[in-house]
Structures are given as C-alpha cells and as structure tokens.
C-alpha cells in the first residue's frame, strides 16, 4: 500500500475509496501543492440521482473536507448519446427537454454534501452542454479524433465484450469516450482542473482523457477510480425490492432512506460508514467490534449519519423515532411514508391488496396477493390471511391512518381523504 503524502489521498487509501490511479507518484505530488480540482460527471438520465452515486458524490465531499475545489458536471451534452459503459444494450434516446428537466432534479442532491459558491474550495457545476453542442463535426475529427485509434477503442470491456458477443454497438455509442476525454480536456483547459474521478468502469474513458491531455496540450492529468460497491450478498448498491433508493425526498422519504441503511447487511457495516458517513475512523472501529444484537446499535448510527447528511439531522431524528415506534411499540410512527386514499374508494370495498399497491409497498395487486398467500402482510400490525379481504372505514384511525406491512421491514400508511 502506497504512503501518500496528500491528505486527499489518505483519506481516499484509508476509507476503501481507491481502486485504480494514474500516475500515483505526480498525482500524489499535485494533491498536495496548491488547491486541487477534480471533477465528475453526472449524466442525467434521470429525474434523481440514487445512493449508487453517492460514492462518486462522496469523493467530491473528500476532495473539499481535504482542501480541494469540486467540479460537477452535468452531462447536458453527453446525455444526448447515453453512456454505453457496462451496458449490454442502448440507452434509450432522451429529448433536450427531458435532459434539462432531469438535470433540475439532480442538482438539488449536491448542496447537502458540497459547499458552492466563488471562493477558492467552493465547489462549482458546469454543464458539457456548453461546449459539445457547439462542435462543428469537421473540426472535431480533425483536432480530437486523429488523436484516437480504434484499435485502442475496441479493447475497451463494454466494446469487447458486445462485439464478441455479436451485440450491436452503434457508431453513435462508440463516439462515447471521445466526448468524455474531450469534457476533460475542456475542463483542464477552462478552469485547471486536472483529475477526473470515477468508478472503475470508467477507468478507459479517463485513461482516454488523459491521454488527449497530453497529447494535445502537453500537460499531465490524472485519474481515480472507486470500486464498484455491491453488497455482501452480491446485490447492486441502492437497489431494493421496491426500486432504486432516490437521493431526492419527493421520490423517497426521509424515513425509507433511514430504513435502507438501518437495514445494511452484517458484513458491509463497517466498509459503509467509512465510505458513506464523516463518523470518525476510530468511532468506526469501535462500532465493528459490537457483535449479536448489539450490531444494530452500529446499523443505526450508520442510517443515522446518512440521513442526517443528506435530509438533516430533524428528518433523521423523526424516522428514528419512527422505526421505533414501528418496531417496538407496533404502532405508525409520523415518518412513514403515507399515500391518500379516498373515503368512497373505501367504501365502494377496495381491497386490502390494492392499499399494499397503494401505499407503494407492492407493484402490483397480484404481488400484494402473493405476499398475503405468504403470510408476509399486516394490516394495522395484524397478519392479513384473505387475499380477498377488503378495507373498512373501521381499519382507520382517529386520524385516519391506516398502517400497511410487508414482511418486518417495509411500512407504509394510508390517510383517508
């Protein structure tokens, strides 16, 4: 393991951030003189960032803690051809309207993790939209494609690997990583900024911006990668049974959020907290040591500092209290997420597997049913056993409120309006 000198890169070494660096000796160099820039890009692909970008947004949070300047990018233009890194297919073809509406929405997740402004660590966002749409297609293949060759471009995973399996891999997807070295070239052109951050599935698009770099500009950048994070089980980060786990508060609670790393896996505890809290590493080590039940005490103080991070510390506090309540005093606590539901639906005999499906805690009325067969859903903290059974104004409370269940882990309520 590499000494480094940075306290930029020690952090990332001592936390499980680093899977791969260029030139580790002058990066380490450059980390430590001055203020160093790095940037990442966010294509926006859709209307939220989920917690499988929150290790990438983190390593911005690293780079400003460790005295650096963060560079968001936007993938205005980039989005317009879809990255096919790790993709066995096409991404589908999204409208200029529908990037800049995605784009809104993902920019509301970097202000709890990143401090923006005009001072000299403050970090910025820029959108690739502003110098890709403005190529002219002659002088891109005059100035940046000469210095590419395909037969470096085709040893790439995702090219390799489609083209082996006799997949299609349109000529639109393989101009991919020309855009992506050139956003770099722009941005170490345009503001100094000489790292790109990334997952390892990038490592060819930034090994390729490097390389542009230097070959156009004589200059030396360089590149970080993070490893991919799956769970202990093998399962892919931020994703559950009911979808993927938002970053944005309209799209997942406050209280669901808690709930996904209250809910974290044993074994993946102690590589959490020191890849997605600020908690001290000794605090760390201590909380690794507890065992049986007493490694809940660690899975909250992990959902605790996540939460608080991204939605603060009363939004935290609030689904804490209310997963207590849920947990050990069987009753609804006020930060479950909560779905209307109207009083003549009721009435008329909705059935208690459309409120499942209502209260977003089931798919579809035919999953809801198959989890009644299984004894997994309650009603109000009893066992449903009547995959017919209907819901009645009785089945509310004072309130109102109904609580619904699957399995011991998801909850949800229902408000009669």
């Given at each position: 393991?590499?000494?480094?000198?940075?306290?930029?890169?020690?952090?990332?070494?001592?936390?499980?951030?680093?899977?791969?660096?260029?030139?580790?000796?002058?990066?380490?160099?450059?980390?430590?003189?001055?203020?160093?820039?790095?940037?990442?890009?966010?294509?926006?692909?859709?209307?939220?960032?989920?917690?499988?970008?929150?290790?990438?947004?983190?390593?911005?949070?690293?780079?400003?803690?460790?005295?650096?300047?963060?560079?968001?990018?936007?993938?205005?233009?980039?989005?317009?051809?879809?990255?096919?890194?790790?993709?066995?297919?096409?991404?589908?073809?999204?409208?200029?309207?529908?990037?800049?509406?995605?784009?809104?929405?993902?920019?509301?997740?970097?202000?709890?993790?990143?401090?923006?402004?005009?001072?000299?660590?403050?970090?910025?966002?820029?959108?690739?939209?502003?110098?890709?749409?403005?190529?002219?297609?002659?002088?891109?293949?005059?100035?940046?494609?000469?210095?590419?060759?395909?037969?470096?471009?085709?040893?790439?995973?995702?090219?390799?690997?489609?083209?082996?399996?006799?997949?299609?891999?349109?000529?639109?997807?393989?101009?991919?990583?020309?855009?992506?070295?050139?956003?770099?070239?722009?941005?170490?052109?345009?503001?100094?900024?000489?790292?790109?951050?990334?997952?390892?599935?990038?490592?060819?698009?930034?090994?390729?911006?490097?390389?542009?770099?230097?070959?156009?500009?004589?200059?030396?950048?360089?590149?970080?990668?993070?490893?991919?994070?799956?769970?202990?089980?093998?399962?892919?980060?931020?994703?559950?049974?009911?979808?993927?786990?938002?970053?944005?508060?309209?799209?997942?609670?406050?209280?669901?959020?808690?709930?996904?790393?209250?809910?974290?896996?044993?074994?993946?505890?102690?590589?959490?907290?020191?890849?997605?809290?600020?908690?001290?590493?000794?605090?760390?080590?201590?909380?690794?040591?507890?065992?049986?039940?007493?490694?809940?005490?660690?899975?909250?103080?992990?959902?605790?500092?996540?939460?608080?991070?991204?939605?603060?510390?009363?939004?935290?506090?609030?689904?804490?209290?209310?997963?207590?309540?849920?947990?050990?005093?069987?009753?609804?606590?006020?930060?479950?997420?909560t779905y209307d539901v109207s009083k003549d639906e009721v009435e008329a005999g909705m059935l208690v597997a459309a409120g499942f499906t209502a209260a977003a805690l089931t798919k579809s009325n035919g999953e809801a049913r198959r989890s009644?067969?299984?004894?997994?859903?309650?009603?109000?903290?009893?066992?449903?056993?009547?995959?017919?059974?209907?819901?009645?104004?009785?089945?509310?409370?004072?309130?109102?409120?109904?609580?619904?269940?699957?399995?011991?882990?998801?909850?949800?309520?229902?408000?009669?309006?």
């Amino acid at each position: 393991m590499s000494e480094f000198k940075s306290d930029f890169l020690r952090t990332l070494q001592t936390r499980g951030y680093i899977k791969q660096t260029t030139h580790e000796a002058e990066l380490d160099d450059y980390c430590s003189e001055g203020v160093p820039m790095a940037y990442i890009g966010f294509d926006a692909t859709a209307e939220s960032l989920h917690v499988g970008s929150l290790l990438q947004i983190m390593l911005l949070r690293r780079l400003q803690q460790a005295g650096g300047k963060p560079v968001v990018l936007m993938g205005g233009g980039t989005t317009k051809i879809g990255d096919p890194t790790d993709k066995e297919k096409s991404r589908p073809i999204l409208t200029e309207d529908a990037i800049a509406k995605n784009i809104e929405g993902i920019k509301k997740a970097f202000s709890p993790f990143l401090t923006f402004g005009e001072g000299p660590t403050d970090a910025i966002m820029v959108n690739n939209a502003d110098w890709l749409d403005k190529l002219g297609y002659i002088e891109f293949l005059r100035d940046i494609g000469k210095l590419f060759t395909v037969n470096t471009m085709v040893k790439q995973d995702t090219v390799a690997r489609r083209l082996k399996n006799e997949q299609p891999y349109t000529f639109l997807e393989f101009n991919y990583t020309l855009l992506q070295a050139y956003d770099f070239l722009e941005l170490s052109r345009r503001h100094n900024c000489m790292i790109q951050l990334g997952g390892s599935d990038q490592w060819g698009n930034i090994v390729a911006g490097t390389d542009l770099i230097h070959k156009a500009d004589g200059r030396q950048g360089f590149g970080i990668t993070s490893p991919l994070i799956t769970t202990a089980s093998g399962g892919k980060m931020g994703k559950t049974a009911d979808g993927a786990v938002w970053l944005n508060s309209e799209l997942r609670t406050p209280y669901e959020y808690w709930q996904f790393w209250r809910n974290t896996e044993d074994a993946d505890v102690g590589r959490f907290l020191r890849l997605f809290t600020d908690i001290p590493l000794n605090e760390i080590e201590r909380l690794e040591t507890l065992e049986g039940a007493e490694i809940n005490d660690a899975k909250i103080a992990l959902a605790d500092a996540t939460t608080t991070m991204l939605h603060g510390e009363q939004a935290a506090k609030d689904a804490k209290e209310s997963a207590a309540k849920v947990f050990q005093q069987g009753s609804s606590g006020d930060a479950l997420p909560t779905y209307d539901v109207s009083k003549d639906e009721v009435e008329a005999g909705m059935l208690v597997a459309a409120g499942f499906t209502a209260a977003a805690l089931t798919k579809s009325n035919g999953e809801a049913r198959r989890s009644i067969k299984q004894n997994a859903a309650k009603l109000n903290g009893e066992s449903v056993s009547d995959e017919n059974a209907t819901l009645s104004l009785s089945d509310f409370d004072a309130d109102g409120l109904a609580t619904l269940s699957i399995g011991k882990k998801r909850h949800a309520r229902l408000q009669l309006r």
